[in-house]
């Protein structure tokens, strides 16, 4: 990579060129940050020359601040090229994007389904030519740009695809994860920066030099601008940026005024199509305006025209010139462009810049231009049109209507900071009762985190809302205030009170009023849970109901009908493009699993629900996917388990859920118990039966019983644990949570004296375990062992016998090899496990090996998984040689299908 007329950034361009030069063999993203004039900029146009000379293809975007209200605006500059191989996607996706760019009237579907499409746009045409894709500015992109390229960013690998991004410093990171590489540029060292000098300005005598190098302070953009404006200025107390924007302002005066007013409309429109700027300028002078007015502003370095784009020499250029305009040169310039512009929406973007009043026509078509955003899925745009035609609305009615509107809107898109804003704006309006109603929900919804702390207001509003006929919202904020008792430990004066309300306001045999009250009382109620989820089950049910009773039969303990329901969902969801509802079913179906014993389910649902929490950004979904993980890699005999455990927790701090905490607590408990150190688990998981620990949990803490009784009595704490037995003996009398009664008949047998441990045993394994083949595989273990200690080593075997071969099938190392050491002692020889071909495969492996035996396509099962087809393909490729196997056909036998 040439290195031409950057100096200090060896580093960087070393980094970037050997991303790119690797290609072929792996795609990457980066995203460079830094302030202002650091060298973003210019290290980008390092990578696009870079790219260009290797053969590559490049395709390039740049966020502009006038465009983030216009939905997928940035994605479609920069996809905008491919767009000769949309009829080659998928019907579904083609359809996502067509929708999305406004080239047809559907509805923009969910925001995951164009992102795997646009996806695969990219991938298809990387497969004959690889790509390099430029975004600059990311910081100025629309939000849905941004979220669908951090989609993508966080799929490359297996592409030939490298994605570089650069953004200022002070906006929150456009692209994350894992896989993202982040680079920070910090200012040049002292000789680093004394070389820009030398070569932008060699004239410079010692002391305008000294003084410039300690007034650019490192900043490279600083270093090649300020010594063209003169070693004497009074800008002494302006920043770097504000110096460097005057710096830039102070050769505008001197061009000719047609320079001037193209530089306008071109700085107010951000566009960049030099065509449409030279249109709006003649209209602004009604005169034709050529291309020849920019030769003086190319020649002061403001501004670059090549192939029908005029672009900026930096953003600070465009800020300067807006800067330096009067109001009424802005309104002007605004007006020709919405003379002038093609597309409607941003014409009355530009004709609202220009209103200095009222205008009720106005603001109806800004109103009809966020319906329209919103219908392409661009929810920020459709906020913003609201509440600029609220502000330009002479009707309060019509007024307060758009505010509200525009306040729900940035609830729904995580900006609580603007719904604030926006109900500011209506304490001077006359609010009937009903619009107050939807001010304190919007209030109380844009609360961040679950805090049990606004459970209480959460019910009262929605009993207001019940109360005022508005069943829908009553059932959403009484959904959001059970979750809230769910995992945040919500006082027991509110939970009855949920359920109050939810008796007075919704239907009682709606599976989504039973979803609320399962939230909100989920062992004071199981009994009844457990008879109406069952009978409910049994007929015909929605998919979102579908969902609701997978997830309220989690939490009451009927964890098989859970799993089942849950299961049964997940095809529609992934479809749809649901991707955060899906990764909260998958977290769900992954705990679930796990305290089942169905380890390769938890595995491959956790796996997977850890992806999409970071495209959907939902913390408490990660940290208990992560704990799956870990609990399930300690089973298996893997050694990764505490990292993922520690951020798990950390991310229960951060989002205050003390059922997170709880979560991470039982898993380690049973990490340790897993490896045989029974006073480490039992100090983990004594702490979930203390109502003053931060961990403490009502339902985590019944599921943990099994798990305590065993620490306990084999760390010498049989006299504390008793107690502890004896309150959950009572809570089972109200509920027939299966993980409680199931570790309350493990614990009895456990506990039991020599006299009746035999009997407890037996009654303990009459239980109908089928759905449970872990707990039944620990009981086996457990009886064999108390059998071979009461020197009945003929009797101990079958049980032991039992016990291995089901925990080796299970994969559970640890305890497989427990039971082999109780054979050995019981004096009957156990074969060493022999490792599944299939164990070779990591969840997403195996996921799709078992996609690929039921005979999916490549394009099919990456439409479900959200991948590529190509990277399907690529863990095809590896999946083969680890089953030791050269064909699909192949793969039933090797995964045991």
Not at 218 to 226: D, F, K, S, T, Y
Not at 366 to 384: K, T
Not at 509 to 516: F, G, I, T, Y
Not at 635 to 640: P, T
Request: aromatic share 4%; charged share 25%; with cysteine.
């Amino acid at each position: 990579m040439t290195t031409v007329g950057v100096v200090g950034r060896d580093a960087e361009i070393a980094a970037l060129d050997r991303l790119i030069g690797d290609v072929q063999r792996r795609g990457a993203a980066v995203l460079v940050r830094g302030e202002a004039g650091i060298g973003k900029s210019a290290l980008l146009g390092l990578a696009c020359g870079a790219a260009a000379g290797r053969g590559l293809r490049v395709l390039r975007a740049t966020g502009v601040e006038s465009e983030m209200t216009l939905p997928f605006a940035g994605l479609h500059q920069l996809v905008r090229p491919l767009f000769g191989r949309l009829p080659a996607l998928p019907a579904p996706q083609r359809r996502a994007l067509a929708a999305a760019f406004g080239m047809s009237d559907d509805a923009a579907p969910e925001l995951f389904l164009i992102g795997l499409a646009a996806l695969n746009l990219l991938s298809d045409s990387a497969a004959d030519q690889p790509l390099v894709l430029v975004v600059d500015d990311a910081h100025w992109l629309d939000r849905p740009s941004a979220d669908v390229l951090g989609f993508v960013a966080r799929r490359l690998e297996s592409e030939a695809v490298v994605l570089v991004a650069a953004q200022r410093d002070g906006f929150p990171p456009v692209l994350t994860g894992p896989t993202v590489e982040e680079r920070h540029l910090e200012r040049l060292d002292r000789r680093s920066a004394e070389e820009v000098l030398t070569r932008r300005a060699p004239q410079l005598d010692p002391v305008a030099r000294g003084r410039l190098l300690d007034v650019a302070a490192g900043n490279p953009l600083a270093l090649a601008e300020l010594p063209l404006e003169g070693p004497e200025d009074d800008s002494g107390h302006l920043t770097l940026t504000a110096r460097l924007e005057h710096a830039f302002a102070a050769r505008l005066p001197g061009l000719p005024d047609v320079t001037r007013d193209l530089l306008l409309v071109a700085a107010l429109e951000d566009e960049g199509a030099l065509g449409e700027s030279l249109a709006a300028a003649s209209a602004l002078r009604g005169e034709r305006v050529t291309a020849e007015a920019l030769v003086p502003a190319v020649e002061a370095g403001l501004v670059a025209a090549d192939d029908g784009r005029l672009e900026f020499r930096h953003p600070l250029v465009r800020h300067a010139i807006r800067q330096q305009s009067t109001l009424p040169e802005r309104q002007r310039a605004h007006l020709a462009l919405a003379r002038t512009l093609p597309e409607p929406d941003r014409q009355v973007w530009h004709r609202a810049a220009a209103a200095d009043a009222p205008d009720d026509a106005l603001a109806a078509e800004l109103d009809e231009a966020g319906a329209r955003a919103l219908r392409r899925g661009g929810v920020p745009g459709a906020q913003a049109a609201l509440e600029r035609a609220a502000r330009l609305s002479t009707d309060p009615t019509q007024r307060l209507r758009r505010y509200l509107r525009a306040a729900e809107l940035a609830f729904e898109w995580g900006r609580p900071d603007v719904v604030d804003r926006l109900l500011q704006e209506t304490t001077a309006l006359d609010v009937p009762d009903r619009e107050r109603i939807r001010m304190t929900v919007l209030r109380e919804r844009s609360e961040e985190g679950i805090q049990g702390a606004g459970t209480r207001r959460l019910t009262e509003v929605a009993a207001a809302a019940a109360a005022d006929g508005r069943t829908d919202q009553a059932l959403l904020f009484l959904h959001a205030a059970a979750l809230r008792c769910m995992w945040a430990g919500a006082s027991d004066a509110a939970r009855v009170r949920v359920l109050e309300v939810v008796e007075e306001a919704l239907d009682p045999d709606d599976v989504l009023a039973l979803e609320v009250i399962g939230y909100a009382a989920p062992l004071a109620r199981g009994a009844v849970l457990h008879e109406q989820l069952r009978a409910r089950a049994a007929g015909p049910l929605d998919p979102d109901r579908t969902i609701a009773a997978g997830m309220a039969a989690s939490v009451i303990g009927d964890l098989p009908l859970s799993i089942a329901l849950l299961g049964s969902a997940v095809a529609g969801l992934r479809a749809d493009g649901r991707l955060g509802l899906l990764s909260r079913v998958l977290m769900v179906e992954a705990w679930d699993a796990l305290v089942v014993g169905r380890f390769d389910l938890a595995s491959a649902a956790a796996d997977e629900a850890v992806r999409l929490a970071a495209d959907t950004e939902q913390p408490l979904v990660r940290a208990i996917a992560l704990v799956v993980q870990g609990a399930v890699s300690a089973v298996r005999g893997a050694g990764d388990v505490e990292e993922r455990v520690a951020e798990a927790a950390r991310l229960g701090l951060q989002v205050e859920s003390n059922g997170v905490l709880a979560v991470v607590q039982l898993s380690r408990g049973m990490v340790a118990l897993n490896q045989g150190r029974h006073e480490a688990a039992w100090d983990e998981l004594a702490r979930l039966s203390d109502p003053n620990d931060p961990s403490y949990h009502p339902v985590v803490h019944s599921f943990s019983v099994g798990d305590l009784v065993e620490a306990a009595v084999n760390s010498g704490h049989r006299t504390e644990v008793e107690p502890i037995l004896a309150d959950l003996e009572a809570l089972a009398a109200v509920t027939p949570s299966a993980p409680l009664h199931l570790g309350l008949r493990y614990g009895r047998a456990l506990l039991a004296p020599e006299d009746e441990a035999e009997e407890r045993f037996d009654a303990a394994l009459a239980a109908d375990l089928s759905s449970w083949p872990f707990a039944r595989a620990r009981l086996q273990l457990a009886y064999g062992a108390w059998l071979r200690r009461q020197r009945r080593a003929a009797e101990s075997r079958a049980p032991l016998r039992a016990a291995r071969d089901a925990l080796d099938a299970l994969g559970a190392v640890a305890w497989g090899d427990r039971a082999r050491q109780e054979l050995r002692a019981s004096g009957e020889q156990s074969r060493p496990r022999t490792p599944e071909a299939r164990d070779q495969l990591s969840p997403q492996e195996l996921l799709i090996a078992q996609l690929a035996v039921e005979g999916l396509t490549n394009r099919e099962i990456g439409a479900r998984l959200y991948l590529s087809h190509r990277t399907v393909g690529t863990h095809l490729h590896r999946i083969f040689p680890k089953l030791g196997i050269t064909s699909r056909a192949a793969l039933r036998t090797a995964i045991g299908q």
